[in-house]
């Protein structure tokens, strides 16, 4: 990553907020998007299309190493486009999620797609959308924002997000699910979530998103003019 790059390193839990902002962020600095949560995702996913074993380290190595992996915004959203086609539904399966964890627990898989990741850094910045892109993606990051909610709070939205798609949704099953799921990413030995040192650590619990929005930029502002 070059120095000149600005990176902003947006990290935290699962419905805290941060495709949101991620997505206003882009728009008012103009930077680029990079949605890491998608990223293993894609690769099986074209793993699959391309009939690659999924244990077949050095084939699907090479795959990392050339993804044609981009983002964008489509209706207020990040699309994940894979050699310029839509796939952001296609990688959302169930399929496609069990795919991602069997790749994921290869190492020289993880080390190409860890620089693949580096590589999205390119002018005038980025946008970077994840649980470890401050930490371990982009430690080097201009700015780095922990937005964070409680698991109660991420339910509701998550029921409420639900709602609106027409599917009715147990709150006690999903606040379970994202107690459980903390639990795995705050205490997993590897790249466990967790704000870096030098992270702005931003709880959107009672926050609208304009306000979330504010408080980031005027931190961002302040990093930036430093």
Do not use: H, W
Not at 25 to 31: A, C, E, V
């Amino acid at each position: 990553m070059q120095p000149k790059v600005t990176v902003i390193a947006v990290d935290g839990p699962g419905g805290a907020g941060k495709g949101e902002l991620c997505i206003r962020l882009s728009r008012k600095y103009g930077f680029a998007i990079l949605d890491s949560g998608a990223i293993y995702r894609v690769l099986a996913y074209a793993a699959l299309q391309k009939n690659i074993p999924l244990d077949d380290e050095e084939k699907l190595t090479v795959l990392a190493q050339n993804l044609n992996l981009s983002f964008r915004e489509v209706n207020n959203a990040v699309a994940v486009m894979l050699d310029n086609e839509d796939v952001t539904s296609g990688i959302r399966n169930e399929a496609a999620g069990n795919a991602a964890s069997k790749v994921a627990v290869l190492p020289q898989v993880r080390a190409a797609l860890l620089q693949r990741q580096r590589d999205f850094a390119v002018a005038p910045g980025l946008i970077a959308d994840g649980r470890d892109m401050g930490t371990v993606v982009f430690p080097d990051a201009a700015v780095k924002i922990f937005l964070d909610a409680s698991a109660e709070e991420r339910a509701r939205r998550r029921v409420s997000q639900l709602a609106l798609r027409g599917v009715k949704a147990d709150y006690d099953s999903i606040l379970r699910e994202i107690a459980e799921r903390d639990f795995r990413d705050r205490n997993r030995a590897t790249a466990p979530l967790k704000p870096a040192e030098d992270a702005l650590v931003l709880d959107s619990t009672t926050l609208s998103i304009e306000e979330v929005v504010e408080t980031a930029v005027t931190f961002i502002e302040s990093k930036l003019a430093s």
